[in-house]
Structure formats: structure tokens, C-alpha cells
């Protein structure tokens, strides 16, 4: 039996004697996407592992992501294959200075894109991921202003689209940030039949040569639906994997970097092995834990996007105070 056989046969044994379930992200390896549970966004893992029935969650993914699902469900074990798998835009919103700059807008509403640390969403009044966060937007009442961060890009495409007034703060995303807007456009002439899709964490310039503009499930759903035989796509690698085994029959180019190299695949996701899933479940860790009053705290934002996405009405806080947690 190979390495990787024996290690999914064991993952799937732990699995059943664990009663765990297991969630992944699209950035995923393919071998890991194909032993989860349930594969999917950001906005997909959290609502899965709040519905799941199962004892123990592993998300493999990065650590926000994990977070949200210990957030919303605090009686779960939730583990991760590797405490490492940070990301970008939790590393550049550090919690002193975004609470600063909260306190100095406290009229705001603070809208916290879901790639962010458990302590800033629990000084947000709503979540949102990139595929509800149009919706979340409509939703808040005209005459507010809108604190958005920790993604720039993501923010001002937002803006855009809506029309409102926003403020952002400057994070951004490592991997997305390095496709190239004239390499783009470089790219688009060689191939004038492609349909060019993008993650809103891509740069303005990028964007603006985009047919579709979408979270990673809504840029897998245009594959799988628009009829065309040829697609440019402007976000990590790991969404190729669902792409390609719906689209056989189509061309899916990667969308040019800057460089040569691997920078279209998130370092922090690509931490994650089947074998590091087959010892967490063994282990049982790393465990994912938040402290029960920042989790608090956290929920309540969470809850609101939950609620928001659902169509539910919500009432909206009128002025932020620092919260003790
Ligand atoms: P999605 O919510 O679209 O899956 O995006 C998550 C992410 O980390 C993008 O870089
Ligand atoms: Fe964070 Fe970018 Fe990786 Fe997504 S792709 S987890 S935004 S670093």
C-alpha cells in the first residue's frame, strides 16, 4: 500500500472513531480537498460547521477559519492540521491599531471581512466573507458611514459596486496582490475568447479587465455554468482542482503574475498535508480555542452576517465603546 493510501485509510478510520467531520477550503491540495466532508468558501466551511452534528471539526484551511467555526459553536473540538496557517490580512491588522482606529470612527459601522483575528470581529458590528458581502452592505442603513478592512481591494470594489461611503484600512492579500494588470491585459490579447475571472482580493487594476468578479465558490460556479471553452483565473491554485474535474473540456489558464514562481498558491493553506490531518485526528491537535468572552463578543458580529445572508432583519448599534474581554 503507498504513503498516501495507508494515510487516507487511516484518516478515514479516525474519522469514524473520532465522530469527526472534515471540512476544506478550495485552496486546498486536491488529495485533501477529496478526503474532506464538505469542501467549499469561507462563508460555506463556517455554515457547515455550525449545522454539523459531529464532536470534533477539522477544518483544514487557515486559523481564522477555524476560529469562526469554534466562535459559532463553542462546545466543538475544532482542530487544524498546523497552527502556522495564518494569513495576510490577520497578520497586517494587529489588534491595538485597529481598535484605534474603530475608536476614532465610532459613529462607524464596522464591517470585518471574515479573514481577520477573533479580537477584531469582536469590535465589528457585522462579518462579512466575499460571497455575501454586497448583501451585507445593502443592508446597513444609507445615512452610515462604513469602517471596512482588513482588505483594501475587497473594500473598494464594495465601494464601487455600492455607491457608499466607506473607509478602509490597508491590508491586503499576499497571493492576489501579485497578479499583474499589463500582464493581464498582455494575456487577453493572446486570447480574446477567455472569459477573465477574479477574486475581489485581486488590485483594482486586475479587476477592472474581469468578466466575473466573485468569491471562490462563485468563480467555480461560472466555470461550471458559462458555456465558454477557455477561462483566464485570477485567484489561488487550489480552485483548479473543483474547476477541472467539472470542466474537463475547457482551457483554465492561471491569470500571470509578477514573476516566475509559485506566488499564485497561499503558503499558509499549502501547510497543510494529509499527514498533518492524520496525526491532529489521532492527537486530537492543535486545538482551536478562543477564550469564552472574546468569543462572546465575536459571535455577535458573526451572528449578524449569519443573519443578514439569511434575509432576516437586524437592528445596527449606533456607537462603538471598547469592549473588555
Ligand atoms: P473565499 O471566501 O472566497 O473562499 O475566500 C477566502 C480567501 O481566503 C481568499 O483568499
Ligand atoms: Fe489569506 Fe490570501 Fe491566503 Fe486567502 S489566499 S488565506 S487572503 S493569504
Given at each position: 500500500m503507498s504513503t498516501q493510501t495507508s494515510l487516507i485509510k487511516d484518516i478515514l478510520e479516525l474519522k469514524k472513531s473520532r465522530k469527526a467531520e472534515i471540512l476544506a477550503h478550495f485552496y486546498e491540495d486536491g488529495d485533501i480537498q477529496d478526503i474532506a466532508d464538505h469542501v467549499g468558501d469561507s462563508l460555506y466551511l463556517a455554515q457547515q460547521g455550525q449545522k454539523s452534528s459531529a464532536d470534533v471539526i477539522l477544518l483544514a484551511g487557515v486559523v481564522f477559519m477555524a476560529e469562526s467555526v469554534k466562535i459559532l459553536s463553542p462546545n466543538k473540538t475544532v482542530l487544524v492540521p498546523?497552527?502556522?496557517?495564518?494569513c495576510s490580512l490577520v497578520s497586517g491588522s494587529p489588534y491595538k491599531e485597529y481598535l484605534r482606529w474603530r475608536l476614532a470612527h465610532a459613529n462607524h459601522i464596522a464591517v470585518t471581512y471574515v479573514n481577520s483575528s477573533a479580537e477584531l470581529k469582536a469590535i465589528s458590528d457585522v462579518i462579512c466573507t466575499s460571497s455575501n458581502a454586497e448583501k451585507i452592505i445593502n443592508a446597513i442603513p444609507k445615512d452610515r458611514g462604513i469602517l471596512f478592512g482588513p482588505d483594501k481591494n475587497l473594500g473598494r470594489y464594495l465601494a464601487r459596486k455600492s455607491g457608499r461611503d466607506m473607509l478602509f484600512w490597508e491590508g491586503s492579500c499576499e497571493v492576489h496582490v501579485l497578479f499583474n494588470a499589463q500582464h493581464l491585459h498582455n494575456m487577453k490579447l493572446e486570447h480574446p475568447d477567455a472569459v477573465v475571472i477574479a477574486h475581489p482580493e485581486c488590485e483594482d487594476g486586475v479587476l477592472a479587465q474581469c468578466d466575473v468578479i466573485g468569491s471562490t465558490s462563485r468563480l467555480l460556479a461560472e466555470v461550471q455554468k458559462n458555456?465558454?471553452?477557455?477561462f483566464i483565473v485570477a485567484t489561488e491554485?487550489?480552485?483548479?482542482h473543483q474547476m477541472r474535474k467539472s470542466r474537463p473540456d475547457a482551457v483554465l489558464l492561471q491569470a500571470p503574475i509578477d514573476e516566475a514562481c509559485s506566488c499564485n498558491q497561499c503558503p499558509y493553506m499549502k501547510l497543510n498535508t494529509l499527514e498533518k490531518i492524520r496525526n491532529a485526528l489521532r492527537d486530537l491537535k492543535p486545538q482551536v480555542n478562543v477564550p469564552p468572552p472574546l468569543a462572546k463578543l465575536a459571535q455577535v458580529s458573526l451572528n449578524q452576517m449569519m443573519d443578514v445572508t439569511q434575509g432576516k432583519s437586524v437592528t445596527w448599534s449606533s456607537r462603538f465603546f471598547e469592549p473588555k474581554f
Open positions: 498546523d497552527l502556522n496557517a495564518g458555456p465558454a471553452k477557455k491554485d487550489g480552485i483548479f
